[in-house]
């Protein structure tokens, strides 16, 4: 019990530092606003939110005598929870457009468009899930749990993984064949590098296919302890749903690391800052501030 309390800090703390270094860094850098990074803030959002509400109210509820389910706080965990799943699926889907149809990608996906995507994101969990937890916690209405338990795994769960698995799936597969060609192009061209919307394709390939591997990998639990809730084909012990806890936060802490490692413009930005803090800066660092990728 007590190592479980330990551990749980350190997701919680990587998801507040590094989703706030990414939105601090997309907020106050210009190159940094683009559509694709719209989604990527709003995912960072709620990511920060998971890792500063899931594991404290688990703490506190922890030593509350009182139902933690009926807390308007569990409420908002939960709610941070479901924002995170619903916000990777319009950035899996900006970069399923980008990379499966890069011709009709600029007219498919606006400015407009996208945020009518991050709204629906953030909207949906919001009405379809905390406004009839609220209600219920403060005792304004009733609704059949048994019922309403099963839409919102469907909706927030279920449903993101087969999804986001079948999108990336698709990503990945074009995405490498386009490297193949791009590199085929290239040696008949007698190209030494290959160009910079090949290398954009296989950039935005790896983040999402990172960012979702993790978020299937972590959720894979989750999955499994929403089966023993529903079914009796295995025991929900109070451990699984400590274990799943942890899970969900180390997801959202590992996503800020995919795009620090992965994508392009924030690994930039990301560097430029490490060699202004350094005293000395060395020769590496001039040359990747006077490089633009």
Request: hydrophobic share 45%; proline share 4%.
């Amino acid at each position: 019990m007590n190592w479980y309390w330990i551990l749980g800090w350190l997701p919680s703390i990587f998801a507040i530092l590094g989703n706030g270094v990414v939105i601090y860094l997309i907020c106050t850098r210009s190159r940094l606003k683009n559509v694709p990074n719209h989604f990527v803030l709003s995912l960072a959002l709620a990511d920060l939110g998971v890792g500063a509400c899931c594991f404290p109210v688990q703490l506190i509820c922890s030593f509350n005598a009182t139902n933690c389910r009926n807390q308007i706080a569990d409420d908002i965990a939960v709610l941070m929870i479901y924002s995170s799943n619903t916000n990777l699926c319009p950035m899996t889907i900006d970069r399923y457009l980008a990379i499966v149809l890069p011709l009709t990608y600029t007219s498919l996906m606006t400015t407009r468009r996208a945020r009518y995507l991050i709204a629906f994101s953030w909207c949906a969990p919001l009405f379809s899930y905390f406004i009839p937890a609220l209600c219920t916690s403060l005792h304004g209405c009733t609704i059949n749990v048994n019922i309403t338990v099963i839409v919102w795994t469907s909706m927030f769960e279920f449903v993101p993984c087969v999804l986001l698995l079948t999108a990336t799936t698709k990503i990945i597969i074009t995405a490498r064949r386009h490297c193949r060609q791009l590199a085929k192009m290239n040696n008949q061209l007698q190209y030494n590098q290959p160009n910079h919307k090949g290398q954009t394709g296989v950039s935005s390939a790896r983040v999402i296919g990172t960012v979702v591997a993790i978020f299937i990998a972590c959720y894979a639990l989750e999955v499994y302890s929403s089966l023993c809730h529903f079914t009796k084909f295995c025991g929900l012990t109070k451990d699984l749903s400590k274990a799943v806890f942890f899970l969900v936060v180390t997801n959202s802490a590992a996503n800020p690391f995919a795009y620090a490692l992965f994508k392009r413009d924030i690994k930039r930005e990301l560097k430029k800052i490490f060699c202004k803090w350094r005293s000395t800066p060395a020769a590496g660092c001039s040359v990747s501030l006077s490089t633009r990728a």
